[in-house]
């Protein structure tokens, strides 16, 4: 009598490095996913992608008037509303990319369930949709400079850069939030929450050197204050580029990234059966 050999399928639960390989061989489910999340986002809607721009421009407005007419924030000869559309604009694309990302997992349970795909192809796709919205906002941006008197300089080559920087911040975090949404859906309350809070400790609506100086110490600890600092110097070239901020946005960006990623596709393997 011959013995028929078993095979056991199980989680691993030791910690595993993303299959980058994987995901590049199925690049193409990639550009689908990240398209229809960009589709999705705007159909049926009669002003299309203009949303990406009129929310930063709405934004700005109220900014200017609270923080500009009622508070009186010194932006010396860079006009307020610059200040705070530069900032807005690499905010914008940080929080959609993390607010997508954090939900992608139980927003496609029925994918997740039925067939196979390396699962980090889906946050990866709403990088990608945020991207698009983000590179629909650079224009605008830069027709406000030349509208309200500034002037456009070589240092805007360093936007792609500052933009992937808030990318690669926003996916490692919500690469933690996902996977632990799958098991937690209070995840999914305390993201909205998170943001709002996240974006007036962020030198956003207000220039980081309004700040007192031991608070500006602490602003650093923020990984998002070296990003919108150096994406606003890259705009307004105003100051002094900030090489420490950067350089510590850029630190906490890679272990946020790489933690995040080993965290993600350690606990992918029981997606499927609790999502």
Known sequence: MTSKAVIRIAPSRRLALPRLGEVARRRELLVFLAWRDISARYRQSVLGVLWAVI???????????????????????????????????????????????????????????????????????????????????????????????????????????????????????????????????????????????WLFVTPVAYPLSALPDPWRRLALFNPMTGVVDGFRWSVLRSGDFPWGELAMSAVTGTVFLVTGAIFFQSTQRSFADVV
């Open 55 to 197: 929310q930063p421009l709405a934004m700005m407005a109220a900014f200017t008037l609270v923080f500009d007419q009622v508070a009186g924030i010194e932006t010396g000869d860079t006009p307020y509303a610059l200040v705070a559309l530069s900032g807005l604009v690499v905010w914008q694309l940080f929080a959609r990319t993390l607010a997508g990302v954090a939900y992608v997992v139980v927003g496609n349970a029925g994918m997740v369930t039925k067939i196979y795909f390396p699962r980090l192809i889906l946050p990866l796709a709403t990088s990608l949709a945020a991207l698009v919205d983000f590179a629909v906002a650079i224009p605008v941006l830069l027709a406000m400079i030349v509208i309200l008197g500034g002037e456009l300089s070589w240092t805007l080559v360093l936007l792609p850069a500052v933009g992937l920087m808030a990318t690669a911040i926003a996916l490692g975090i919500g690469l933690w939030l996902s996977a632990i949404n799958v098991r937690f859906r209070d995840v999914g309350h305390a993201v909205p929450f998170l943001l709002q809070l």
